[in-house]
């Protein structure tokens, strides 16, 4: 069964030449999805000069980039008080203020270039749906408070005002999040490059990334700086088996539900809601009225193995539906449209990283966590000015350089990983977080 996103977006498109022959360009970024998108994007805004190529081994926006949750969110992977323990409180909350500035920003670029990708900016709603949830959505509007941003408390009714789910005891709002559709952004986003000037080149399967090389199956791209784009896909590259883990999110849709449907479940604004359990959850009212839910639960693959098939885990979908129903019990008999899912990259520490070594020309961006709408358009930025050796607020932010330690090898990876899964699901369930 394929995404939501992609039979909402015009389904298959005919793909792009792929690379024949060598070339010599002074910027090479491995991968179309949204961080080399960006990464183009921005280098031929601040010089248009500059020869670009994005070497893609399927089609732009075919990762994480076209298949997520369309949450375009201000969320950080690592927590504020982490960031600031590693690296200041002025640190960590500049890199902060740098992501809620962020989703104005995806939403400003889909404007001016006219891409048509159901942007709606109605905030996110964290529910709490048991006692345990409820202490931990006071304690982080606290958290939030404490570093000066905006998490709005919510009580009982207000929350029901806003989603109208079961188990209602309150819920946290940020404004700092939109909804909107990935895939017509991933899309737009890469015609709006090729309009810059940069060439993308896809079928083009990497085989290896080196100082001032990128050889592919179809020829060798020479360039100054190499960007690594790659995010979940990166343990497929030589030499990067431990770098980052590939962890499988799910989702299904619904088909469009009617009126009578929204009267009681709210989401007016589309704002984006999750619930505060541990494993997480994600959902939005799409434009076209259907609920778009996921989250993490899958295991994960020996090896860090990227399959196919991966992208469908029965057990996994079942639960999907099953915590949708809990949430919205007028749901029982509705028709699920589409099921799916794909890999999301994450380091070892949960931090995010962005740099370039100009030793060797290589850069880099990943780590998302799953955080990547709204992050990987910062990242392109920051990568941007690294390149182009431009000094703004964007080097100087904590992310910039930061080496997150190597995965474990396997088997201790596998083992690690999927035990710490499944206690993550026990502990949900014995605090009352989630249903049994």
């Not at 090479?28 to 020869?51: C, E, K, N, S």
């Not at 099921?339 to 990259?345: F, H, K, R, T």
């Not at 899964?421 to 977080?433: M, Q, S, T």
Request: with cysteine; glycine share 12%.
């Amino acid at each position: 069964m394929t995404s939501l996103w992609f039979d909402t977006a015009g389904g298959a498109v005919a793909p792009r030449p792929r690379l024949s022959g060598d070339l010599d360009v002074d910027v090479a970024i491995v991968g179309a999805g949204y961080t080399g998108l960006w990464t183009a994007y921005y280098l031929r805004r601040a010089d248009p000069g500059l020869r670009i190529a994005i070497v893609e081994a399927e089609q732009a926006g075919f990762g994480a980039s076209g298949r997520n949750g369309g949450w375009c969110s201000g969320l950080l992977p690592t927590p504020l008080p982490k960031l600031e323990k590693l690296h200041g409180r002025a640190a960590a909350v500049a890199f902060q203020q740098a992501m809620i500035d962020t989703v104005d920003e995806v939403g400003r670029v889909a404007v001016a270039e006219g891409i048509d990708c159901h942007w709606d900016k109605g905030g996110t709603l964290g529910l709490a749906r048991s006692a345990a949830q409820w202490r931990g959505a006071r304690a982080e509007a606290e958290l939030a408070a404490s570093y000066g941003f905006e998490l709005r408390l919510l009580d009982r009714r207000e929350a029901l005002e806003r989603c109208g789910a079961t188990e209602v005891h309150g819920a946290t709002w940020s404004p700092h999040c939109a909804a909107l559709h990935p895939l017509r952004l991933a899309r737009g986003l890469a015609s709006a490059v090729e309009r810059l000037g940069a060439t993308l080149y896809e079928q083009t399967r990497v085989l290896e990334i080196m100082p001032g090389t990128v050889r592919t199956e179809h020829g060798t791209v020479r360039a100054a700086v190499v960007v690594r784009a790659t995010e979940g896909y990166t343990p497929g590259l030589p030499g990067h088996r431990r770098a980052v883990v590939p962890i499988y999110s799910l989702m299904i849709a619904t088909e469009p539900l009617p009126p009578s449907f929204w009267d009681t479940a709210g989401l007016a604004r589309r704002e984006t809601f999750t619930d505060h359990r541990r494993l997480v959850i994600y959902g939005q009212r799409t434009a076209d009225d259907r609920l778009a839910f996921g989250g993490r639960g899958a295991p994960y693959h020996y090896g860090s193995a990227v399959r196919p098939s991966f992208d469908s885990e029965p057990s996994v979908h079942l639960a999907l539906r099953n915590t949708l129903v809990d949430l919205f019990p007028a749901l029982a008999d509705t028709k699920l449209t589409h099921a799916w899912g794909g890999p999301l990259g994450i380091s070892r520490d949960w931090h995010p990283s962005v740099g370039l070594d100009r030793s060797t020309g290589l850069a880099w961006a990943s780590g998302y966590v799953g955080d990547g709408v709204a992050a990987t358009n910062l990242a392109g930025r920051t990568l941007a000015d690294l390149i182009t050796g431009a000094e703004s607020d964007l080097t100087a932010l904590p992310w910039v350089n930061h080496r997150s330690p190597r995965w474990e090898p396997e088997p201790l990876r596998w083992l690690g990983i999927n035990t710490a899964l499944r206690a993550v699901v026990a502990l949900d369930r014995w605090e009352g977080r989630a249903p049994s």
